[in-house]
């Protein structure tokens, strides 16, 4: 038996492990930190297969409980609530996958604020080990459940009989024993179901028997490896890519915020010299307008109907990263020249010493509008809330009510249009209610989660 399991051993270290070119492409401005681990396999559906749990296009895979067929229904109960019929479970194949003697692949339930933590469902962490048994190994797993029983930074690795958890039933039901819990060496392994076995051997190849090691974490992308076994891709916004515009603007800039409903300026055919233009919204500010020359709401004495859309305000990506619209100037005044190019911001402390909360946090906005009361290289932030600037009846013709200047706190953005809440709570959440902080700025090409929103593509090149 014992030979049996070293020749085992030796030929699942060497499997799928030579001529893999290795791309580890970390996320800018991405999470990272220390964190503890542990390790895990319940049986249970995982906590990001669950469509509602999840803010991406596909989940993570649950399987039947033969731990190999792939189930498409996102709904299907947990196997581990029997009482609901449960037939959804993990998959066996959704574990360690060693890429070399030194970085791996693979799973993990995790929390970074403590206890239930769906925030950062499907994206992918770079763990380098401090344990000396495995010092500065690395592995990159990809977050696929989480657990009411987690500490605040912890990764609870997927390693099947690494531990029951809270649902000591779950491998029953699966699999009709017990012994998940019970493994204490590479021959425990091969008592469990053969498809799980070489998921076990891994904490006994690769992770050399180490017990919980400590880890320091990056965010990165997520390696196609992995998205193969769990299924779970597009996570939005998570695979950050800033391309710099060759020969782009750039320079230092002032901001201020602002929401005054009115029809950007970038909407206008004859302003963009872009087709399509930015979207402008009928008074619901949702429902988008195909006509380029309808006049604005903000000029009702010219019949006009066309408003600021609902969704072209702040978009988080992490915690130090998000998307964004606003009006620019870098002339002074009216500047139509940069209409719908991107810019990253990077955020500064003033001279004062405030905004500090936000310094270094960055921001790619997209030029949507411009304004006759605009300094040079000035970026007027969207945030519903923000201030009605010169249009101070906007808002007034397009909600009914002219509350959108008096915003001072979180509990006010609940006072106005339920579409527009989440665009003004942006400017208390991630930026932690930083009044107009200095920035840096960088023209880069746009997003495409922005081009979505806004309908609006610049060819920057075109201006060089």
């Not at 030579?18 to 930190?33: Q, T």
């Not at 964190?35 to 596909?58: F, H, I």
């Not at 527009?420 to 959440?429: K, Y």
Request: net charge negative; with cysteine; aromatic share 10%.
């Amino acid at each position: 038996m014992r030979i049996f399991v070293f020749t085992l051993l030796i030929l699942f270290a060497f499997h799928a492990c030579i001529g893999r070119d290795i791309h580890i492409v970390p996320i800018v401005g991405g999470l990272n930190g220390t964190a503890t681990t542990t390790r895990y396999w319940d049986c249970c559906k995982p906590s990001c297969s669950w469509e509602g749990n999840v803010d991406v296009v596909s989940t993570a895979w649950s399987c039947l409980n033969d731990g190999v067929s792939k189930l498409e229904d996102d709904n299907v109960q947990s196997g581990c609530d029997p009482d609901k019929d449960g037939a959804a479970f993990m998959c066996s194949d959704q574990v360690g996958i060693i890429v070399n003697d030194t970085l791996a692949y693979g799973f993990a339930a995790v929390s970074f604020s403590g206890g239930v933590d769906l925030s950062r469902c499907c994206q992918c962490m770079l763990l380098t080990f401090q344990d000396y048994l495995i010092q500065d190994q690395q592995m990159i797993v990809q977050i696929t459940s989480t657990g009411s029983d987690l500490p605040a930074n912890h990764f609870d690795i997927a390693i099947p009989g690494g531990g029951n958890g809270l649902k000591d039933m779950g491998c029953t039901y699966q699999w009709g024993n017990g012994t998940f819990d019970s493994i204490e060496s590479a021959d425990d392994c091969l008592e469990i179901d053969e498809s799980l076995q070489p998921g076990c051997l891994f904490r006994f190849t690769w992770m050399k028997g180490s017990a919980n090691p400590p880890v320091t974490f990056q965010e990165v992308e997520c390696p196609q490896e992995i998205i193969d076994a769990s299924g779970f891709h597009a996570c939005f916004g998570r695979d950050i890519h800033i391309v710099p515009i060759v020969g782009g603007f750039n320079g230092t800039a002032t901001t201020t915020r602002y929401w005054d409903c009115c029809k950007p300026s970038c909407s206008w055919e004859g302003n963009a010299h872009l087709v399509p233009t930015v979207w402008s919204c009928l008074n619901d500010g949702v429902t988008k307008l195909e006509d380029d020359n309808v006049q604005s709401g903000c000029d009702p004495d010219k019949d006009g109907y066309a408003f600021m859309c609902s969704d072209q305000v702040g978009i988080i990506v992490n915690d130090t990263f998000a998307y964004g619209f606003a009006a620019a100037s870098f002339s002074g005044g009216v500047d139509e020249s940069r209409c719908c190019q991107c810019m990253l911001l990077t955020f500064q402390a003033s001279s004062d010493g405030k905004d500090y909360l936000i310094q270094d946090q960055q921001m790619i906005v997209q030029v949507t509008s411009t304004g006759s009361d605009l300094p040079a290289n000035h970026f007027d932030i969207a945030i519903p809330g923000g201030g009605n600037g010169l249009k101070a009846m906007g808002c007034t013709y397009q909600w009914g009510n002219g509350t959108f200047d008096s915003i001072e706190s979180a509990d006010d953005c609940l006072e106005i249009d339920e579409s527009l809440q989440p665009g003004c709570l942006f400017r208390f959440t991630w930026m932690k209610g930083s009044a107009n902080p200095p920035v840096t700025f960088q023209e880069v090409e746009c997003p495409q989660e922005i081009i979505d929103v806004s309908g609006c593509r610049s060819n920057a090149t075109e201006y060089y």
